[in-house]
């Protein structure tokens, strides 16, 4: 009984790092280690593992003392050894999955922003645009006066209000908490992003995209800010402010060395100190005029019809043999 109630106990203990630990590395597995072939885990001896079986088993598995316990509790020891191993195994490579998300491209997996824009752009000229961006840095850098007191009630009519304009269409605010400060994420269509400086939010910034012979170019000047005084909202001075852009086809170039995961996002980065006092920042990248998705969509529909007629002529070989051999 005594030996069954330490099981239970060391199960209870450990079963919501097992939750954690195998949950987070299943779905890993599945994205990201993909090109993680099973000759990385040859480093893994049977040494190791041993060793570790022995530690949680001190006695060999046919000793009389093993022999008498039950076959729960056998089967219970079991468990626990194997969830042991695995936790080995699988901690090590959680970590440096985590350590590798943060690290790519130059940019950090939980970086915060106080202020940030994304430009979802399209090759036609249209866009969607994301804003995420406490009530104090809207009312410092675009001169707002949203009431940005950590109580406070965010008005997301007056949000969305600021944000529409003839040639934009607010589809989604959405207020939100974090360090004590509210914020609001802004979602909008926009018609033509040559034109999205004309809109009041974005009217420090002038927006150029053109077809250059055989690449598109997209350049984005950003220039002063209102710089209005909002007071002591909690800053610390080293509050970054970033312009993320996620292109529709392949970067040929550009003039940052933020370029996240997929490889067609780019960053840009500034603090939140030097946009206050209307630092320029230029944004540029150049990029090729045939989609991705464009690109993808034929590269899948000319293997579909590579694999199609492969299996055609092999029906039609078949079918052939058939019939000679039943001539002969």
């Not at 005594?2 to 209870?12: D, M, Y």
């Not at 609001?184 to 269509?189: A, E, G, I, S």
């Not at 996240?260 to 920042?281: A, D, K, Y």
Request: glycine letters at 8%; one cysteine or more; proline letters at 4%.
């Amino acid at each position: 009984m005594r030996i069954r109630a330490r099981v239970r106990r060391l199960n209870a203990r450990t079963a919501w790092f097992d939750r954690l630990t195998m949950s987070g590395f299943d779905g890993l597995t599945k994205s990201g280690f993909n090109g993680l072939t099973m000759s990385g885990f040859n480093g893994l001896t049977m040494s190791g593992l041993d060793r570790l079986t022995m530690r949680a088993h001190p006695e060999p598995f046919d000793s009389p003392l093993t022999l008498s316990r039950s076959k729960g509790e056998r089967l219970a020891q079991g468990r626990l050894v194997e969830g042991c191993a695995r936790r080995v195994v699988c901690v090590p490579l959680l970590v440096a999955f985590i350590a590798a998300s943060g690290s790519c491209g130059g940019t950090n997996l939980f970086r915060q922003y106080e202020y940030e824009e994304e430009v979802y752009l399209s090759l036609d000229g249209t866009a969607t645009v994301y804003v995420n961006s406490s009530l104090a840095a809207l009312n410092a850098l675009r001169g707002t006066s949203f009431d940005a007191g950590p109580n406070a009630r965010v008005d997301t009519a007056a949000v969305r209000r600021y944000y529409s304009s003839a040639g934009t269409r607010v589809t989604r605010v959405s207020p939100f908490r974090r360090n004590n400060r509210r914020y609001v994420h802004v979602q909008l269509d926009v018609d033509d992003i040559r034109k999205l400086g004309e809109a009041a939010p974005f009217a420090w910034s002038v927006y150029r995209f053109q077809r250059d012979g055989n690449v598109f170019v997209y350049r984005q000047s950003i220039d002063g800010a209102a710089a209005r005084d909002v007071g002591h909202v909690g800053w610390n001075g080293r509050e970054p402010v970033a312009f993320r852009l996620h292109l529709p086809s392949k970067i040929r170039d550009h003039n940052t060395r933020a370029v996240e995961g997929r490889g067609n996002i780019l960053t840009w980065e500034q603090p939140l100190s030097e946009r206050l006092r209307g630092v320029p920042l230029m944004l540029e990248a150049r990029m090729d005029p045939q989609s991705i998705l464009y690109r993808t969509l034929w590269l899948f529909g000319v293997t579909f019809l590579a694999v199609a007629s492969a299996f055609g002529a092999i029906i039609w070989w078949v079918m052939r043999r058939g019939d000679e051999m039943s001539v002969t």
